[in-house]
């Protein structure tokens, strides 16, 4: 049995011993893992998660049990102080020994920290590790209001991102002339650096830091060119220096740069049992500071071990694709067009912030390389045609433009890419694998292919890839991988929609008989009803039997089969007239009263037949439906605002009051939540709900698709500083872009993370009006809230509806299974 | 009156003893259900207006126990005609009375008949 050490349980020591375990049975190889950090590998390539809540358990790329199971012995928490080549030894910071047969150097790198006076001060971080994270975080609540980061590159940005999601008021600073150096020309830079100052965040180019000023703790940085940044924080994040102490201290060859020097099978030159993989190799003077290499020599290293071929390594292509703060950016093959001789040819649109280069060879046959900033959607496949020397279209701008005048680019589809075509590079996984995965094996769904080739488990970059190939493989194979309802519609929501307005159907049995077929479902029927609404917003109960019973019954269905009933307080403001009304009906009919969530106050056990004589009651004293039970409206939460508060500087509650009374019985595809916040404290969560509203000095700023439940989801800015007027236009576009787009149960966070484009191109139609239907949307929305009318009130005042509301059609008496016991002095369903 | 699931038990056609006036035609929905006093049992009935079928089944969800399957939304799939339990969403044939998207209990189902504008449920008593 060969005894093999790792040194080091980074995302590419995780990977060898994966690779190892995968290719060989467990008794060939006795395998010790040191990893110096308390857990075991993390992803760090998404660490800037962990700032918007990820835990660390999160980015485990596997638990402990896992190397239990694969019978590695991993010791995390000890650092490797010594190897001894002539005992063949290692020894540990506690002054264990342990022999190997074979070494593999995995270490990484740690942060480069630039000789600047005072980064010992208070306040001053690196930016690598989970424990790095934990005080970044620890000190950012506590202690500052502004950080800057130096570094202005790939890892900058992440660290950025980070910063600016805790709240801070952030800044990069770049030594370079422009953001990304290694990856981006100068004008795909200038794009990306006016995207990310529009989102708040300060950039400074071209600053050569001087000093770090403070008394202990840090408050600025002086540059060289004279000028002074005051902030409470700084983050470096210039740049990696490979691990390569260890290397050093027992007689191994590094490069200038760092690094242990390997030649093409990734040994030490020097020791031959000695490897080294990842950003602490270094191969012809060059350290890959990517995952993808880094797996790739992980693999080599381990095919190696168990006698497998290999094919040498001879560098690896640096082509990276990320989203950088909300902006797509890639860059790949050749990205300035230096190596050999090209032509380039670029699209630049500055509105929307879309940069798109490619370099073509001289004589136009081959690409060689790009940047793609704002719109990197067709990286993969340009990659490829850089990767694979596949022949140009005629008109190589289509590439960038799309083809025009109708037809399909020649050439730009992922059908159109040779099997051996590399699809994900983490996973060193080929078209050819994946297809067959789909034709022979019959697979249909992306998590399978996912979870049998390791595809898009890595950066995650090639998903649109895999996801298209999947669709044109199952379309070959004359699957239908068309979006339907279900079973008795053979359309998309959105084209019901359309159906619905054009032919203009307003019941469920007529859009049933004209489109459809069988006798519908629990899927299709309140999907359409909630269609149905938000076109012709006529009165639901007129159609009961295809709504869900909570809508049908107009009210919330609880444990033993009674309803709850929700009165509307809009904004959360209600007079004690009011207040006693509720107490007083609640008192009468023995509910159950619990303040909700929504600012609004819930009365339970009801009775079906109960319900409208309750409203009844209500509705005199003023109240009306809450939507409590509907896909539709909630409510929207404010916080106190300027009327009373001392730090508000808008009314929050009066135009909450006035957006609720907007949208109040507004049906849409999921329910929607709303608040206003009247100051930046934020006392109302606006940036939990699906559309959120922040006082500034100015006016508003307007947050979207955020939610709360299973799966929290902050919203997002669309606009800053608009008066009340352009902030209900923005709301009405939204909303109504919304109802007509989303799939059916889709919160506006999922509809968002799905929508292709992303925020920009939401803020494009919404703000923009990029597709000219800005004044349709709200011509749109206009009908809803002309045409709404409380749906108790005509129930309550309607006999015949009025009468549906009983448990038995046959008896008088309610439902006798109903009984409750005492909890607090109130009831609840009896267990 | 109970809720316990002992008291459903599906009734064969050829069996039925009585056969119980449960309300006129007009007092349920269209493609939809509502729910029957019968002794101590609470039946669903629904009318499948598209097909002119008509079905009966036990009120009580095996699922969680509660007594709702007459509110619920139905359906078919495929030919099989079915009603969804408006808590969680089970759905069960109402012919066979199986669980089509789980493991629950089956369903007690009732033969239904329609004469002089009233609605009949079957029982073996």
């Given at each position: ?831 | ?102 493991d629950c209990a089956a369903i007690a189902t009732y033969p239904v008949k329609v004469e002089e504008g009233y609605v009949y449920v079957g029982f073996e008593d």
């Open positions: 049995m060969t005894r093999i050490v790792v040194i080091g349980n980074g995302m590419v020591g995780y990977k060898f011993c994966e690779k190892l375990r995968a290719s060989a049975p467990a008794s060939d190889f006795k395998v010790t893992v040191f990893g110096e950090e308390p857990w075991p590998a993390y992803d760090r390539v998404h660490l800037s998660a962990y700032f918007s809540g990820a835990t660390a358990d999160d980015l485990l790329l596997a638990p402990r049990s896992w190397y239990e199971e694969k019978d590695i012995d991993l010791r995390t928490n000890e650092l490797i102080v010594a190897i001894d080549r002539d005992q063949k030894t290692v020894r540990s910071h506690t002054g264990v020994e342990t022999s190997y047969d074979k070494l593999v150097l995995a270490t990484g790198s740690g942060a480069f920290v630039p000789p600047v006076n005072g980064v010992e001060k208070k306040g001053v971080f690196v930016y690598r590790s989970l424990e790095d994270l934990d005080a970044i975080i620890d000190f950012g609540k506590k202690n500052a209001k502004s950080a800057a980061v130096m570094g202005g590159g790939l890892l900058g940005l992440e660290a950025a991102k980070a910063v600016m999601d805790m709240g801070l008021d952030t800044h990069v600073i770049e030594f370079a002339p422009r953001l990304m150096p290694r990856q981006l020309d100068e004008a795909g830079a200038a794009i990306l650096k006016a995207k990310l100052e529009a989102l708040g965040i300060g950039i400074h180019l071209s600053k050569n830091t001087k000093q770090i000023t403070g008394n202990g703790k840090l408050t600025g940085l002086d540059f060289a060119d004279g000028s002074r940044l005051a902030v409470d924080m700084l983050v470096i994040s210039a740049g990696i220096r490979p691990r390569d102490e260890l290397a050093k201290g027992c007689g191994l060859a590094t490069a200038p740069r760092g690094g242990l020097v390997v030649n093409e099978f990734l040994q030490s030159r020097e020791d031959k049992d000695i490897f080294a993989i990842g950003e602490v190799a270094s191969y012809q003077e060059m350290v890959y500071g990517l995952v993808a290499p880094g797996y790739e020599m992980a693999s080599q290293v381990a095919n190696q071990l168990c006698g497998k071929e290999v094919r040498p390594f001879l560098g690896f292509d640096m082509s990276t694709k990320l989203k950088l703060i909300g902006v797509d950016v890639a860059s790949f093959g050749d990205p300035f067009g230096e190596a050999e001789p090209s032509t380039s040819i670029v699209y630049e649109n500055k509105t929307r912030g879309i940069y798109k280069r490619i370099n073509v060879s001289k004589d136009g046959k081959r690409l060689l390389g790009g940047v793609l900033v704002g719109d990197a959607a067709a990286y993969g496949i340009l990659l490829q045609m850089t990767q694979n020397k596949m022949p140009l279209p005629p008109d190589p701008e289509d590439l960038i433009l799309g083809a025009r005048g109708g037809k399909e680019p020649a050439g730009a589809g992922v059908e159109s890419l040779p099997d051996e075509a590399q699809i994900c590079s983490c996973e060193n996984v080929s078209k050819g694998a994946i297809s067959n995965l789909i034709k022979i094996d019959g697979i249909s769904k992306v998590d399978e292919i996912k979870s049998c080739t390791g595809a898009g488990t890595g950066c995650g970059g090639c998903m649109p890839m895999v996801n298209d190939l999947l669709k044109q493989q199952l379309k070959a194979m004359g699957k239908q991988v068309k979006n339907v309802l279900c079973e008795h519609f053979e359309y998309s929501r959105q084209e019901l929609l359309d159906l619905v307005k054009v032919k203009k159907i307003k019941t469920y049995d007529e859009l049933l008989n004209r489109v459809g077929k069988g006798d519908g479902c629990e899927v299709c029927k309140p999907a359409v009803a909630s269609i149905l609404a938000s076109t012709w917003n006529e009165l639901i109960v007129k159609q009961d039997s295809i709504q869900d019973t909570n809508d049908r019954y107009l009210a919330n269905i609880q444990k033993g089969g009674t309803y709850s009933v929700v009165p509307r307080i809009p904004g959360g403001e209600i007079t004690p007239e009011k207040l006693i009304v509720i107490g007083e009906v609640a008192k009468k009919y023995k509910l159950y009263t619990k303040v909700t969530g929504g600012q609004r106050i819930d009365l339970f056990g009801a009775r079906v037949d109960q319900l409208p004589d309750i409203w009844e009651e209500l509705i005199h004293a003023g109240f009306e439906s809450g939507h409590a039970y509907g896909k539709s409206l909630r409510t929207v939460k404010s916080c106190v605002g300027s009327t009373w508060c001392r730090y508000g500087v808008q009314d929050a509650v009066s135009f909450a009051i006035q957006v609720e009374e907007r949208y109040r019985g507004l049906r849409s595809p999921h329910k929607l939540k709303g608040a206003v916040s009247g100051c930046i404290r934020e006392c109302a969560e606006a940036q939990s709900k699906d559309f959120g509203i922040i006082a500034t000095e100015k006016g508003w700023n307007l947050y979207v698709c955020g939610n709360g439940g299973s799966k929290p989801q902050h919203a997002k800015l669309l606009v800053t500083d608009v008066d009340s007027a352009t902030c209900l236009k923005y709301i009405d576009r939204f909303l109504m872009f919304y109802i007509r787009t989303a799939e059916p149960l889709t919160r506006t966070a999922t509809w968002l993370n799905k929508l292709e484009g992303g925020l920009e191109y939401l803020r494009d139609v919404v703000v923009n009006d990029s597709l000219g239907i800005g004044e349709e949307l709200e011509r749109e929305m206009a009908f809803m809230i002309q045409t709404y009318a409380c749906e108790w009130k005509e129930v309550v005042n309607n006999p015949e509806l009025r009468a549906k509301f009983r448990h038995f059609v046959n008896d008088t008496s309610g439902d006798p299974t109903v009984s409750f016991q005492e909890m607090r002095g109130q009831k609840i369903p009896a267990s | 009156m109970t809720t316990k699931l002992e008291m459903y038990k599906t009734a064969d056609n050829s069996k039925i003893t009585t056969w119980f006036k449960a309300a006129p035609v007009s007092a349920l929905p269209e493609n939809g259900g509502a729910c029957i006093k019968y002794k101590d049992l609470q039946i669903a009935i629904y009318k499948f207006s598209r097909r002119n079928e008509w079905y009966a089944c036990q009120n009580l969800c095996p699922h969680k126990m509660q007594m709702a399957l007459s509110r619920g939304m139905i359906g078919s799939e495929g030919d099989e005609p079915k009603v969804a339990c408006p808590f969680h969403k089970k759905t069960f044939s109402l012919k066979s009375g199986q669980n089509l998207n789980g």
